[in-house]
């Protein structure tokens, strides 16, 4: 597996498209989840030149799992749709904190995971990515709008998380406002200089 991350800008040419159309796929076909979509390819407001994305790929080149990171102090998921889910906490609004959202890391072909979002062996490596982008950014702590069935995931995965919030119920799927610490890298992050504007990250097979 190859982790890639960039701006709309600077990923490889078509991975873009390529990860809009797997995000289609897990958020709209798979979890049946109610998104903005348009010719099989998922984006939404959030979707911006700045936003920065994780991308794992398989060695035929095929997305494999995705994450998406944008700083507070600009409009971002949680703050705009989901505030309910702070309860009576403010959202947060600094370039020291990150939302990571639209995660995801299922092969497609695989029809065992035909109602999950994270069940490969490969997506805490992903996640571990995302968090060292993050945390290369400026970046302190992620926060983040997850399944509660999550928690339990991220918790034996060694991840220092925190409830923002009671889960509340949205659209029938328990959902909470999930608090992730940046610990420090175990291992320095490698840049693939030969992907123009990108990096790429070696992970677990």
Known sequence: MKIFTGTAETLP????????RYRHQVFVERLGWTLQSHAGMEFDQFDRRDTVYVVACDPQARVIGTARLLPTHRPYLLAEVFPELLGDAPAPRTPLVWEISRFAAVKLEDDKARSTMFSTSF?????RA????ARSAGARRLISVSPVGIERILRRGGFRIERAAAPLCIDGQALFACWLELQPCAQPVRCDRRQAGSRSYPASP
């Open 123 to 127: 997506s805490l490596d992903l996640l």
């Open 13 to 20: 040419a078509g991975m873009l498209l390529a990860m809009a």
């Open 130 to 133: 995302a968090m060292a982008v």
